[in-house]
């Protein structure tokens, strides 16, 4: 009795799956409303074009073209510095009684209050961190990242630092500096 009752379910399954495929299938295509068919009508008719080759012309032209760097390496978060002259550089300037020599700027120097103390690495292989304090504070600084919206910080050495005036492409070094042993009680 069990089986009957379930061959029965299962025809009456079976019958259902068919209307519906034959509804979805069928019978959906055969009764499109009247705007479906204009809409797609004149969908075709936007997408012909008259003459469907390709410009070879524009193809050939990019494939000529010569890429060139500007020296920034694409997969680094670090801009690289931007080209800036060398303060030994002399400007010389023509005046009538003859050249004239300008100096050259001073270097640029971090604000005093800025002490910088002490460096250091990241086992991963990322670039030096330079520490900074100005009082409580400290800042973490790793090589190339601006400072201060002013500095951009170029090497980290052992006993000195290496900067860059960003606004006028300047470059100075900082000492390290010694803290005093705090006297122990």
């Not at 495929?21 to 009508?41: D, E, I, M």
């Not at 012909?48 to 978060?77: L, Q």
């Not at 005093?112 to 520490?131: D, E, I, K, L, S």
């Amino acid at each position: 009795m069990k089986q009957q009752k379930e061959l029965v379910v299962l025809v009456v399954l079976l019958i259902i799956a068919g209307n519906i495929w034959y509804w979805f299938f069928f019978r959906h295509k055969t009764s499109a409303p009247a705007g479906a068919v204009a809409v797609t009508q004149n969908y075709n008719r936007l997408l012909s074009v008259e003459n469907p080759a390709p410009h070879t012309d524009r193809r050939e032209a990019a494939r000529k073209t010569e890429y060139k760097s500007n020296g920034r390496n694409p997969f680094s978060p670090i801009a690289p510095p931007p080209p800036s002259q060398t303060p030994s550089q002399v400007v010389r300037t023509k005046e009538p009684s003859g050249p004239k020599v300008e100096p050259p700027p001073p270097p640029p120097e971090i604000p005093p209050n800025m002490h910088f103390f002490g460096y250091g690495t990241v086992p991963n292989g990322t670039a030096r961190r330079a520490f900074f304090t100005d009082g409580e504070d400290v800042f973490i600084i790793s090589e190339g990242e601006v400072f201060l919206n002013r500095f951009r910080i170029l090497k980290v050495n052992n006993a000195s630092l290496d900067f860059e005036e960003v606004s006028s492409g300047r470059h100075g070094t900082k000492a390290l500096e010694e803290q005093p042993a705090s006297p122990s009680v």
